[in-house]
């Protein structure tokens, strides 16, 4: 799975159409020509820098949202109330408005490029195609004539899936289950794209690494090694576990009955026997609950000295956990992971090297991408040597209409010899905020006559 481009259109602060392009500009064909293949002109790197509230996490929103519809929109979002959409909020025009989210993309080095438009009411329209020879195919379009009324085509060969107002064909497809190529497509898709959001799912990375480590898809050793690498003082990891029988005696004695009922009604799905007859069906339903934690023995004098759990290390170290294992397994499978503000819980020397296990051919043999948002301009100091250039390099602004801009270092056709970060810092390409000093230190110097509450409850 690789990204060509995203574009996005009236997604939260983006009101207007952007393009973050990871296709090389100079590349003017719809497949590359003969000799020539996909990872001479796809870029493996996109660095977004702006200021505060610029709009980067929203531009990375908009791809996750992108995601979740595929992977929610026939389950989880049929129960909303409210079809999900986040609309830009400043005019009220662009509230009604519908949002466009497209991605073109590659999968076993086929082009593919998928569309979807979405209001408060649903989906507005939808599309896939495909460039199987020399140009663009369609598999299916669908196209909303009014009152959830559609018009939808399907390419010969292609199953038909019948569909609600309230969510997309790639979504059912995965529902249905039927191991054709729509199906193929959006589990490609879905698994194809990670998000590192530490604010959000820190722990769900904790605990997927866990299970893998439970599951041995991946070692202690390669788990230590990642630690190691950081130089955070850890040695060793251990797993600790615990396994416990759940029957109907142990529920808690506070439960509902009704709740209680329910729940021994699943444990008894779950370890009902396919004998009917076997005398194991007549057995109280048992359930197997396994307890985990990671241990984490560190380098010390005393060697007796006790592990320490995940809640007793730094955000850094559990920061650096999550981010390494997310990008290890990226890189071994060729797929895309995507982080938000990766520098806020990390040393700039671990950014630099995260960015290096992306731009370095001998480590990432399988073309694997990264795309994030930063504040750390010690990146573009070095960009150079961490194997980046002005097409690495993003920028996202917001106008006076509070409306996010996206655009590439690579659009001001710099020298490559110019000191990038200085210019960044005093303005040059914008992307930074205008700070007002000034205005903080009139309210240390003159701060807001208080309020006589004394008064004003004599008033009362």
Not at 234 to 256: A, C, G, H
Not at 353 to 378: E, R, V
């Amino acid at each position: 799975m690789k990204i060509l481009n995203f574009r996005v259109k009236n997604h939260t602060s983006v009101r207007d159409e952007v393009a973050l392009e990871l296709l090389d500009p100079s590349f003017n064909r719809l497949t590359p020509a003969e000799g020539k293949t996909w990872n001479q002109y796809v870029h493996n790197v996109a660095s977004i820098f702006g200021a505060n509230a610029s709009g980067k996490s929203n531009l990375l929103d908009a791809l996750l949202y992108f995601i979740t519809a595929i992977s929610d929109s026939s389950t989880h979002w049929q129960s909303h109330p409210d079809f999900p959409h986040f609309p830009f909020k400043l005019n009220q025009n662009d509230q009604n408005s519908e949002s466009v989210y497209e991605l073109d993309f590659l999968i076993k080095n086929t082009r593919y490029r998928y569309s979807f438009g979405a209001s408060s009411q649903g989906i507005t329209f939808e599309s896939l195609e495909h460039i199987p020879t020399i140009r663009w195919k369609k598999i299916f379009y669908r196209e909303q004539l009014g009152d959830n009324k559609y018009k939808t085509v399907f390419s010969t060969g292609t199953q038909k899936v019948e569909v609600n107002h309230r969510e997309l064909i790639l979504s059912r497809a995965l529902v249905l289950n039927r191991k054709d190529i729509l199906q193929e497509i959006s589990e490609n898709i879905i698994r194809g794209i990670d998000f590192i959001l530490l604010n959000r799912d820190q722990q769900s990375r904790i605990d997927a690494i866990v299970k893998a480590l439970a599951e041995n898809s991946i070692s202690f050793e390669e788990l230590e090694t990642l630690l190691q690498i950081a130089d955070i003082g850890i040695q060793k990891v251990d797993l600790w576990q615990q396994e416990n029988e759940i029957d109907e005696q142990s529920l808690p004695p506070n439960i509902p009955a009704s709740v209680k009922e329910k729940i021994m009604d699943i444990l008894s799905k779950l370890d009902s026997s396919d004998e009917n007859d076997s005398a194991d069906t007549l057995k109280p339903p048992i359930a197997r609950l396994v307890q985990r934690r990671l241990e984490f023995y560190h380098y010390a004098s005393d060697e007796n000295v006790p592990p320490l759990y995940i809640n007793e290390e730094s955000d850094g170290t559990l920061a650096w956990l999550a981010i390494s294992f997310a990008a290890l397994k990226a890189i071994r499978r060729g797929s895309v992971v995507c982080g938000d503000e990766l520098d806020s819980s990390l040393h700039p020397y671990l950014v630099h090297l995260l960015i290096k296990l992306f731009t370095d051919s001998s480590i990432n043999t399988q073309g694997a991408q990264i795309i994030f948002t930063t504040h750390d301009a010690t990146i573009l100091a070095n960009n150079e040597e961490l194997g980046l250039n002005h097409k690495n390099i993003w920028f996202t602004e917001k106008n006076r209409e509070g409306i996010t801009e996206l655009f590439s270092l690579n659009d001001f056709n710099l020298n490559n010899d110019i000191d990038i970060e200085e210019h960044y810092l005093n303005g040059s390409y914008g992307a930074v905020p205008l700070i007002a000093g000034s205005m903080f230190k009139n309210l240390v110097n003159h701060p807001s006559p208080k309020p006589n509450l004394k008064e004003e409850n004599n008033e009362k």
